[in-house]
């Protein structure tokens, strides 16, 4: 079973990185400041893709903004395309203003 991890790292991007038993298979990269999560980009290895590995790392940066009231500005085009295609679920922490 595929675990995320939180990465934060000071001075540079972080990360939540999924692993499962071949180690680490996947990152989403972003970035803090202030209240705005800025996420860049995600990535899971090729022979990974359509495992759901996407989804549970948007689910823990999800949870973890919630969490700590922050507000996403999605620039990784798979978050954004997740934010336009399920608006509904996503509208009370998307930062529109700033992704402009």
Known sequence: MAEVKL???QGEP???DIFDED???GEMIFD???KDLTVYHTE???EKEGMGYAKMLLDAMVAYVRKNG???IPMCPYVHAQFKRHEDLY???WNKIKEE
């Open 7 to 9: 990465n934060i790292q």
């Open 14 to 16: 972080s990360s939540f």
């Open 23 to 25: 180690g680490k298979v």
């Open 32 to 34: 803090i400041t202030g």
């Open 44 to 46: 899971v290895e090729p």
């Open 70 to 72: 922050l507000m996403i």
């Open 91 to 93: 509208k009370d922490i």
